[in-house]
C-alpha cells in the first residue's frame, strides 16, 4: 500500500506561483509513475502533469504547458508540482496518484493510490 500526502497549496494572486508537493509512505513509489490532477467545482478531474518512474518523462495538459513543471526526487518519495503564471481557471483541487506501471498515463481510473487533495484558489 501507499499512502499519498500533499501540501503546499493555498490562496494566491494572479500571476503568482505555488510549489505542490506529495509525500508517498508505505511503500517506494520509485517504481511508479506519478501524476497530479484537478477537479474543479462540477467538473471532471483532468490531469495536469505526469511523469514516468524515472523522471525522464513528463507529459503536461495543454492548459498548463510553459507554465507548470513536475519533478521527482526518488530519495525523498516525493513529486511535486511548481506551478507559475497561476490564473484564476487553475483554482481546483489539486490531487496526486500514482500507478502501480512505469509509464505514464493520462487516465486517472488507472491510478492506484490518490492522495486527499489541496485546494489552491487564484484570485483575479
Known amino acids: 500500500q501507499v499512502q499519498l500526502v500533499e501540501s503546499g497549496g493555498g490562496l494566491v494572486q494572479a500571476g503568482g506561483s505555488l510549489r505542490l508537493s506529495c509525500a508517498a509512505s508505505g511503500r517506494a513509489v520509485n517504481t511508479n509513475a506519478m501524476a497530479w490532477f484537478r477537479q474543479a467545482p462540477g467538473k471532471e478531474r483532468d490531469v495536469v502533469a505526469a511523469?514516468?518512474?524515472?523522471?525522464?518523462?513528463?507529459y503536461y495538459g495543454d492548459s498548463v504547458k510553459g507554465r507548470f513543471s513536475i519533478s521527482r526526487d526518488n530519495a525523498k518519495n516525493t513529486v511535486y508540482l511548481q506551478m507559475n503564471s497561476l490564473k484564476p481557471e487553475d483554482t481546483a483541487v489539486y490531487y496526486c496518484?500514482?500507478?502501480?506501471?512505469?509509464?505514464?498515463?493520462?487516465?486517472?481510473?488507472?491510478?492506484?493510490?490518490w492522495g486527499q487533495g489541496t485546494q489552491v484558489t487564484v484570485s483575479s
Open positions: 496518484a500514482a500507478r502501480s506501471g512505469l509509464a505514464i498515463k493520462t487516465d486517472p481510473n488507472v491510478y492506484d493510490y
Open positions: 511523469i514516468s518512474w524515472s523522471g525522464s518523462n513528463t
